[in-house]
């Protein structure tokens, strides 16, 4: 079965340092998201991406967010300049269509850890 | 603005009790609704969704039905497993972006 997969699955850096999160989405979908959750809390929607370009962010998704597809299989989400407060677990989700009906599928998450 | 309320616990049972987690949800369109679970250590699966009102997502033993008039999508189970221990969160997606927000996860402790 098809699904989601993130790399780094953990991620140590040090505060002020860029950090590349990684995800390959399910081949054939077209809709794509970062979600975050900090330890205890909820899973907060960050960014969701269509068509080459953000249709959707949170107020999380400061200028220090960036997302990008480099080429046709990647989905990656850079943080410039990490703070003690983005340490959590960030979750890349693909969705295949355009309907509410339709699951986003969830990969395994990197756990990002800001010293 | 959409938002979800659920159940907060943490629930603790014995095996083969049985199980309900209230969720409520406020939106303005007409959206789907999700329980996602995360055992220890994973990410987010979908364990069952609704999409329309009156609608009943069932998966693993878990049961939940669309009440639009009670704006609610609480699951159940029957008789539960310790293997059923785990984060579950209830979600509404809807228009225009259908990005999914999230209930604050409720946790479930099964015991033998």
């Known amino acids: 079965e098809p699904e989601v997969t993130q790399t780094p699955s953990h991620q140590v850096t040090q505060m002020g340092q860029e950090v590349i999160l990684r995800c390959v989405p399910i081949s054939n979908h077209l809709y794509f998201y970062w979600y975050r959750q900090i330890l205890g809390q909820k899973v907060e929607f960050l960014v969701s991406?269509?068509?080459?370009?953000?249709?959707?962010k949170s107020e999380i998704f400061d200028d220090q967010f960036s997302v990008e597809r480099p080429d046709g299989s990647n989905f990656t989400l850079k943080i410039r300049s990490t703070k003690l407060e983005d340490s959590a677990m960030y979750f890349c989700a693909s969705r295949a269509g355009g309907g509410a009906t339709d699951t986003q599928y969830f990969g395994p998450g990197t756990r990002l850890t800001v010293l | 603005g959409n938002s979800v309320t659920q159940m907060e616990g943490p629930v603790t049972l014995s095996e083969e009790a049985f199980l309900t987690i209230n969720c409520t949800y406020t939106?303005?369109?007409?959206?789907?609704l999700f329980w996602y679970v995360q055992y220890p250590g994973e990410g987010l699966q979908l364990l069952l969704k609704a999409t329309k009102a009156d609608d009943k997502g069932s998966n693993k033993g878990f049961e939940a039905t669309y009440r639009k008039e009670t704006t609610s999508f609480h699951l159940e189970k029957g008789s539960v497993q310790v293997s059923d221990s785990a984060v579950y969160f209830c979600?509404?997606?809807?228009?225009?972006?259908?990005?999914?927000?999230f209930g604050a996860g409720t946790t479930v402790t099964v015991r033998a």
């Open positions: 939106a303005t369109g007409y959206p789907s």
């Open positions: 991406f269509y068509n080459n370009e953000i249709s959707e």
């Open positions: 979600a509404l997606s809807d228009a225009p972006g259908y990005k999914l927000s």
